[in-house]
């Protein structure tokens, strides 16, 4: 574990700079960025610090807040056995970051599915088809104004006489 | 009563290509409800003669909306939907997910929770691999090997079933600690059971290892390299066959993990036949581990000593008005979680699990959120099946082992 702490202390000082906040959360080093850093500090990363394993893209839904979406990115050094988190604040009007598929293979459906369940656009990604979800669904089921009872049959409902 | 004409039904899914790109290719579709694709995976595949050019996956049939479910149980009373993530192992989903809370509340296990869960995951991933490889290897035709695994895995849910009163959905973890204890003779049939698994597991070893039609059909198939693999988010057995040993249980030991001795099994080309010895050989160290962890168990409580979480004993919440309370509230309001946010990952069966929570305090979690290995795998899932045949389609989605309850959520 020693070589994973030195690795986490030297990204959070080389990243450092290009992040609004740094911390550790039960063994993550987590990093605040803005949506313009995100793919320069995920390149790095990867490049620099050997992330290479990009595990999971998920948002973060605060309905009373301004912006209200977090995007969080987990990633993974398959080498150092190490994981760091980045966060980054987007607005409901304008819920848009860049995508990380040219980085990464994995992030093209891990992006679909974060773009079907919060509406967040991923720039750059040609394929934000719904993935859990089908074609024609409307809105977006994870946000908090979501009504969990909705229900938006795709195939219509027999009308069964008693 | 009438049902509309087919036809008027929409499409859920538009594929992402409708025309061929080279001449006399065919687009075909295959499932979403096929008895070769096993679990509800539709695949619209461009296929040139024999000839499998590319593939567009789909999943999603399975969704029933488990993250927005949790967002309106307490945290204890989700767990039932956790078991049914990837219910052939979903021993490992329950302590995933306990362990994720656990560690946004601070709370450290009891020696003898911690060794009971690691024998019990390891137990699951059994179960999860005999799952897998009796499938796969039914889809091929030998229906011997297939009878004497899914024996050998009857003979470990019915025993599951005896601790945990149900065969697949068990629904036994509790933050903080475990739902019962051991009951009496349980330790004696476990190691009867293993025994037997030893003969039935090499019968199938005998079976189909060097058998002509099984390397044919899995040998140089579905071969992925340890960069491709990584760079399209593949862990577990699939990453692993590919030649480099990354296992969280050794990686970032949790758990018992760190006082066990095992292997990482690892394969050579990460074709079919790697993933199914990868799997084979990983039965082989979980039976290892859980003989350990057999002599490790000591008596002692199950779960911790704290209110915040764990229920008082039954006696006590009819006699004394404290423990009511807390009973009550613990029943009601559910556990407190101090507000925070964690990703907590075990080593599933196919790969990392994790479970990103997010709490703003209180008794029902804001936000709870699966990264569950299966899905990942769907996402480059078509690396494995682009330039084969349209027949090694069934070998390599069956070694890949697709759960539907993990990957649509």
């Known amino acids: 574990m020693g070589t994973g702490e030195n690795l986490l202390e030297r990204v959070q000082a080389s990243l450092g700079a290009q992040a ?9 080093l987590v990093l605040q ?19 290479d394993l990009f595990l999971d893209v998920t948002a973060t839904d605060w309905p009373q807040r301004r912006p209200r979406f977090d995007v969080v990115y987990h990633f993974y050094s398959a080498r150092d056995f190490v994981r760091v988190r980045l966060k980054t604040q987007v607005e409901e009007t304008d819920p848009t970051v860049d995508t990380l598929v040219p980085l990464y293979g994995s992030a093209r459906y891990m992006e679909r599915e974060c773009h079907e369940m919060y509406g967040i656009r991923f720039r750059g990604n040609d394929d934000l088809r719904p993935l859990l979800l089908y074609e024609g669904f409307v809105g977006h089921p994870l946000r908090k104004d979501y009504p969990k009872q909705r229900e938006q049959p795709l195939v219509p409902y027999r009308d069964v006489k008693p | 009563m009438s049902l509309p004409p087919l036809t008027t039904l929409p499409n859920p899914i538009r594929p992402a290509f409708t025309k061929g790109l080279t ?35 789909h999943c999603g049939y399975l969704h029933r909306g488990f993250e927005k479910e949790c967002e309106s149980h307490t945290w204890h009373t989700l767990i039932p939907y956790v078991d049914r993530l990837n219910y052939c192992s979903a021993l490992i989903n329950d302590f995933a997910y306990c362990e994720a809370v656990e560690k946004l509340m601070g709370i ?21 691999h005999l799952t897998c490889v009796a499938a796969a290897l039914m889809e091929m035709g030998a229906m011997t090997a297939f009878l004497y695994l899914v024996t050998i895995r009857d003979y470990v849910y019915e025993h599951i079933a005896d601790l945990t009163g149900a065969r697949v959905t068990h629904s036994y973890g509790r933050i903080g600690g475990l739902a019962r204890d051991l009951p009496d003779g349980w330790l004696q049939r476990l190691e009867e059971i293993l025994d ?43 990453l692993r066959s590919t030649g480099t040993p990354r296992d969280l249980r050794k990686d970032t030991p949790y758990l018992s993990y760190g006082e066990l001795e095992f292997e990482i099994p690892v394969g050579i080309k990460g074709d079919n036949y790697d993933r199914y010895y990868v799997r084979m050989r990983e039965i082989d160290e979980s039976k290892h581990m859980i003989r350990q962890l057999i002599d490790m168990l000591q008596p002692g409580p199950i779960s911790v000593d704290d209110r915040r979480c764990t229920l008082p004993e039954k006696q006590a919440v009819y006699t004394e008005i404290e423990a009511l309370i807390y009973h009550f509230k613990l029943i009601m309001d559910g556990i407190q979680v101090p507000a925070g946010e964690t990703y907590s990952a075990h080593e599933g069966a196919n790969g990392e699990l994790g479970f990103y929570l997010v709490s703003v305090g209180g008794g029902v979690p804001w936000k709870v959120h699966c990264r569950s290995p299966s899905f990942v795998h769907m996402g480059g899932v078509h690396r494995m099946l682009d330039g084969y045949q349209l027949a090694d389609l069934v070998p390599t989605f069956g070694s890949v082992n697709m759960i539907g309850g993990e990957c649509d959520r």
């Open chain 2, 196 to 238: 037997q698994m030893d003969t039935f597991v090499d019968r199938v070893h005998g079976l189909v290892d060097r058998n002509r039609i099984f390397i044919d059909r899995m040998r140089d198939v579905g071969v992925i390299a340890t960069a491709e693999a990584i760079n399209w988010g593949f862990t577990g057995p699939i």
């Open chain 2, 23 to 57: 001449p006399g290719s065919v687009i075909v579709n295959i499932g979403p409800s096929h008895p070769a694709t096993h679990g509800t995976i539709q695949i619209v595949a461009e296929i040139s003669g024999e000839r499998v050019v590319r593939t567009d996956v």
């Open chain 1, 33 to 51: 960025i803005t949506a313009e850093s995100l793919v320069p500090v995920a390149g790095r990363l990867k490049q620099e610090f050997g992330f």
């Open chain 2, 108 to 128: 450290e296990l009891t020696p003898r929770c911690r060794h009971l869960r690691t024998l019990l995951a390891e137990y699951s991933r059994i179960a999860d």
């Open chain 1, 20 to 28: 609004l906040e740094t911390g550790m959360a039960h063994g993550i």
